[in-house]
């Protein structure tokens, strides 16, 4: 037995331990200075950014990165498994989903010109084949959970353990999948397909939220110990047996699942009802171009046709059954189409 230098982990001890991480705190501050860096362009010309938006960035997407990689849970991640079963999960599945409710990729293309390289590449790479395949639901969910299911049911994990260097690359991969398939939910619509609307993008975040359960369940369920080695060179009298303390972890990993998924859910909903009242705006102020521009000459023939030697009083009406026609009759946009075939 390897004699450790950890005390019992008690809760004080969990929520006061801290250990920073060199690596995370350049990923945390290269995200924030470049978020930043945005929301300040932005305010100097004179345009808004919500607040909100900067508050879950910082707050849920950064905060989570920080509390996994250098909080108690990464104290005592060498220690016992259920610290880095939790830490695995808040990055690959509550970090992810603070970074996409802050709309980095919105606020980078608003904030870079238009005219710089910097923005055409951007576009280029965001409608690029490459992330439109890695970003499609299918393949993301995919991504998701075959990751999940390779570090605890390979070499992979007990080998991070022993190796610094790649129990960092382990947590950017967990973060990079993660962000997959939340992100294009959230943000940007051409990281999706053409048929992936809203109601869509919320029965996918159904099937998600199920898929997102079976590591949890796996690892709960499994007979074989993951890192078993490991951890029972490292085990004291204080800690839960082996299989109780992987039981702790894939328990507190489904959990953990299954309560990041009603937000997520709440949050696909509410980007639908945004996006609706955008289409009902831009509707509303084309009727109201639409009209003012033929209201006058309308009005001018109407005008004419009363003076003219001979006109009837019913004359001045001639002109105007073509105001008066169904505006799903002349909008030639998506809503128009839907309206014209269901007649």
């Known amino acids: ?26 990923l945390i501050a290269v995200l924030g200075g470049l978020y930043a860096w945005g929301v300040v362009r932005l305010v100097r010309r004179g345009e ?20 996994a990689t250098m909080s108690g849970l ?49 576009r280029a790479a965001v409608s690029g084949r490459l992330v439109r395949f890695l970003t499609f639901p299918l393949v993301s969910t995919v991504l998701v959970l075959s990751s999940e299911l390779a570090i605890y049911f390979t070499p992979y994990f007990p080998t991070a353990l022993r190796h610094g260097p790649l129990h960092e690359l382990m947590y950017l ?4 999948t993660g962000s997959l ?19 869509v993008r919320a029965l996918l975040v159904l099937v998600d939220g199920l898929v997102d359960a079976v590591p949890g369940v796996v690892v709960m369920t499994s007979g074989t110990l ?6 029972a060179s490292r085990h004291q009298p204080w800690d839960p047996s082996l299989q109780q303390d992987q039981m702790i972890g894939g328990g507190l990993m489904l959990t953990i699942a299954e309560l990041v998924g009603l937000p997520f859910l709440i949050a696909v909903f509410a980007e639908w009802v945004r996006e609706e009242r955008r289409r009902t705006r831009a509707l509303d102020a084309r009727l109201d171009r639409e009209l003012a521009v033929a209201a006058p000459p309308a009005a001018a ?21 073509e105001l008066m026609r169904p505006w799903w009759e002349t909008d030639q946009g998506e809503v128009g189409e839907r309206f014209r075939r269901g007649r």
């Open 48 to 67: 808004r950014w919500p607040v909100a938006r900067v508050v879950a960035f910082a707050g849920l997407g950064l905060g989570a990165i920080a509390v």
């Open 74 to 122: 990464a104290v005592y991640d060498h220690e016992l498994f259920w610290p880095a079963a939790v830490q695995n999960i808040v990055l690959d599945l509550v970090a992810p989903l603070g970074l996409a409710l802050g709309d980095p990729l919105s606020l980078a293309l608003r904030a870079l010109p238009q005219e710089r390289w910097a923005a055409r590449r951007l």
């Open 1 to 26: 037995m390897v004699a450790s230098a950890l005390p019992e982990l008690t809760t004080g001890r969990l929520l006061g331990s801290w250990r920073p991480d060199p690596y995370a705190l350049v």
């Open 181 to 199: 398939f939340v992100l294009p939910m959230l943000t940007r619509e051409e990281l999706l397909p053409s048929w992936c609307s809203h109601p």
């Open 301 to 321: 023939g109407a005008a004419v046709a009363a003076a003219a030697p001979g006109a009837a009083p019913g004359d001045a009406a001639v002109a105007e059954p």
């Open 173 to 176: 991969q967990l973060l990079v």
């Open 226 to 231: 993951i890192a078993g080695g490991w951890y």
